[in-house]
């Protein structure tokens, strides 16, 4: 538990300081992807004015957002907040996937990242 606050703490110290870093990242999803910023905008279920936003750093999206972005298609969390490892976790297929989906979102939930 203690690791999981440390790297949301982290996460909310970025943002804080108004570290722009998440615009290039999701570009780099999005066309590895082969998406437009339409279409990368629909799969987020968020406006394309918005998903723009995020791309060129004139917003930063929510947290919770970019957790599910990474849990859904399979970003190394790693890759998207330090820039180590790899894209993309190795497909793995796990019949805890969904166990390690329903902690993460408990966990986010307890801590107030995202809505009860």
């Known amino acids: 538990m203690f690791v999981v606050k ?3 703490c982290f996460l909310i110290k970025l943002h804080t300081f108004g570290v722009n870093m998440f615009g290039k990242k999701l570009k ?22 918005t998903y723009t936003s995020y ?3 004139e917003n ?8 599910h972005l990474c849990i859904k298609y399979k970003i190394n969390l790693n890759w ?8 993309f976790i190795a497909n793995k297929p796990s019949a805890t996937d969904d166990e390690l989906e329903h902690k993460v979102v408990e ?3 307890k801590y107030g990242v995202i809505e009860k």
């Open 107 to 109: 966990v986010m939930k």
């Open 55 to 57: 791309e060129r750093d």
């Open 28 to 49: 780099e999803i999005r066309k590895h992807l082969s998406v437009t910023q339409d279409g990368m905008a629909e799969l987020m279920k968020i406006p394309a004015r």
């Open 80 to 87: 998207f907040i330090a820039n180590t490892g790899d894209m």
């Open 6 to 8: 440390h790297k949301l």
């Open 60 to 67: 930063n999206p929510p947290y919770s957002m970019l957790v």
